[in-house]
């Protein structure tokens, strides 16, 4: 996330901690307890290859604040983690849920491989040993310490992390709400897969629906027409680029490791798509006026608002001053330098910030949680009785006004609510209240001047709270 190659990420959020807390009133020794990692989990395991050598790998568990139970965050599979990256990361995600209202400490875990070096075999093998280590040491559990995916992590993942703790923990209740983003047959919800990137789709209409942050950008309020680049084609990617289009946004740039496109009418998502899995790249389409071979460059072309879905630190003073957009959305973690940061927000830039705008995951991960609590689908209790209760309401009004609906009328106005609909529900309820939250918070403050820091206020207000309620504070 730094400008500079030997700084520290978890010190880059520290950083972004340290000037909003001068806008709080809270004693130092408070506010050193709400930023540290309260644990931290180093551990090295072997697994046998499929030729039959055997490999150590590297992996991390971090529990960055107990100010409620039980933590909560990612695993990342990638050669690229390592501790700091994890304490970081861990660290957003304590604010995190603090700024969308979900009762979780923040944690996260990472393991050192590359998944296109390993079979399947053998990442099951890496992620259940990876699992049994958690068990050992109490770093797992639906009350203690629950992962989620991450980058290079899925559903699969998290189905074998079920299994194994599942059969550690024989008879044990609760046991499938030790991890989230299951497979909906074990116990997982619907809309997980897509919740990332349907909250930063949401959180950006918010964000361009308010007529007065529009005015001084020079844009019209509205997400209707507004020209889109999105970094990353993954699964957060993917489905931003699927829900913007879907609200009248026209995407015009698309970059993936690999490359980049631009087309300044817009580009189609799923033709990009199926071109890259036809071809293994996004470089050749045919709707696309531009390409380049170099991803960065096609962060640096015309836009409104420009999407960074991939890793951290992919934008920086290096190139800050080339992006043409008025408004990052950050869909990421991390992918924004403090001092890129600072040289946007100084020119009049909006950037909605990765732990608040990335926070649909968590939030549909909350519910999965809940449901695995209660063992029951959302809706199936009421949704029956709703239907019947809707039905017998517009027949009453029928006869009353002698109108009579079509059928198509009457299913519209009688239909209950199914899983899916309430999930999405709460998403949007929680991301609409979060982002006016966090403006709230800066327009009341003249001295805060981006809505980075006005989150970290409200996440920092929120666990002080937690604490002083512990007793341990006066």
């Given amino acids: 996330m730094s400008d500079i190659a030997n700084t520290s990420f978890f010190n880059d959020v520290c950083a972004f901690f340290d000037h909003a807390a001068q806008f709080t009133k809270h004693p130092a020794g408070l506010l050193d307890q709400?930023?540290?990692?309260?644990?931290?989990?180093?551990?090295?395991?072997p697994i046998r290859r499929g030729n039959g050598s055997v490999e150590v790998i590297d992996a991390w568990r971090v529990e960055h604040s107990h100010h409620m139970s039980p933590t909560k965050g990612g695993i990342r599979y990638s050669e690229m983690v390592n501790e700091d990256e994890v304490m970081a990361l861990a660290a957003l995600m304590t604010y995190k849920c603090a700024i969308v209202n979900v009762p979780f400490g923040g944690a996260k875990g990472g393991i050192k491989i590359n998944t296109?070096?390993?079979?399947?075999?053998?990442?099951?093998?890496?992620?259940?040993?990876?699992?049994?280590?958690?068990?050992?040491?109490?770093?797992?559990?639906?009350?203690?310490?629950?992962?989620?995916?991450?980058?290079?992590?899925?559903?699969?993942?998290m189905s074998w992390i079920a299994d194994t703790y599942y059969t550690m923990n024989p008879g044990q209740l609760d046991a499938m709400g030790c991890v989230t983003g299951k497979p909906i047959a074990l116990?997982?919800?619907?809309?997980?897969?897509?919740?990332?990137?349907?909250?930063?789709?949401?959180?950006?209409?918010?964000?361009?629906?308010?007529?007065?942050?529009?005015?001084?950008?020079?844009?019209?309020?509205?997400?209707e027409g507004k020209r889109v680049i999105v970094q990353g084609l993954g699964n957060v990617g993917y489905h931003t680029t699927k829900f913007l289009?879907?609200?009248?946004?026209?995407?015009v740039g698309l970059c993936e490791y690999e490359g980049a496109i631009y087309n300044s009418n817009g580009l189609n998502l799923e033709e990009v798509v199926s071109h890259r899995k036809d071809t293994g790249s996004i470089l050749g389409f045919k709707g696309a006026e531009k390409e380049f071979k170099n991803s960065s460059m096609g962060l640096e072309q015309?836009?409104?608002?420009?999407?960074?879905?991939?890793?951290?630190?992919?934008?920086?003073s290096a190139n800050i001053g080339h992006i043409k957009a008025k408004i990052i959305a950050e869909a990421a973690n991390g992918p924004t330098s403090p001092e890129a940061a600072a040289?946007?927000?100084?020119?009049?830039?909006?950037?909605?910030?990765?732990?608040?705008?990335?926070?649909?995951?968590v939030?549909?991960?909350?519910?999965?949680?809940?449901?695995?609590?209660?063992?029951?689908?959302?809706?199936?209790?009421?949704?029956r009785y709703e239907e019947n209760a809707n039905l017998n309401l517009v027949t009453m009004v029928e006869k009353m006004t002698g109108v009579s609906l079509s059928q198509e009328q009457r299913s519209l106005v009688v239909k209950g609510a199914s899983e899916l609909e309430l999930v999405?529900?709460?998403?949007?309820?929680?991301?609409?209240?979060s982002y006016h939250e966090i403006r709230e918070i800066k327009m009341n403050n003249p001295k805060i001047v981006d809505l980075r820091t006005a989150a970290f206020v409200g996440a920092i207000e929120k666990v002080a709270v937690s604490y002083m309620n512990m007793g341990i504070w006066p």
């Fill in 34 to 45: 709400i930023k540290a990692c309260n644990s931290v989990y180093r551990f090295r395991f």
């Fill in 116 to 157: 296109r070096n390993y079979n399947i075999g053998e990442l099951e093998n890496i992620t259940r040993r990876f699992t049994v280590e958690l068990v050992k040491k109490n770093f797992i559990g639906p009350a203690i310490d629950v992962p989620a995916p991450d980058y290079g992590s899925g559903e699969r993942e």
């Fill in 187 to 223: 116990h997982g919800i619907q809309g997980r897969r897509e919740a990332t990137g349907r909250g930063v789709a949401i959180a950006i209409r918010e964000c361009v629906g308010v007529a007065e942050d529009m005015k001084e950008l020079g844009l019209t309020p509205g997400i």
């Fill in 245 to 251: 289009s879907e609200l009248g946004a026209v995407i």
């Fill in 302 to 316: 015309e836009c409104d608002i420009l999407v960074p879905a991939a890793l951290e630190n992919q934008i920086t």
């Fill in 343 to 361: 040289a946007f927000t100084e020119r009049g830039g909006i950037i909605i910030p990765d732990m608040y705008c990335n926070a649909g995951g």
């Fill in 363 to 383: 939030t549909v991960s909350y519910f999965e949680w809940l449901k695995n609590l209660s063992h029951v689908a959302f809706g199936r209790m009421d949704k």
């Fill in 424 to 433: 999405n529900s709460g998403l949007e309820d929680t991301m609409v209240r």
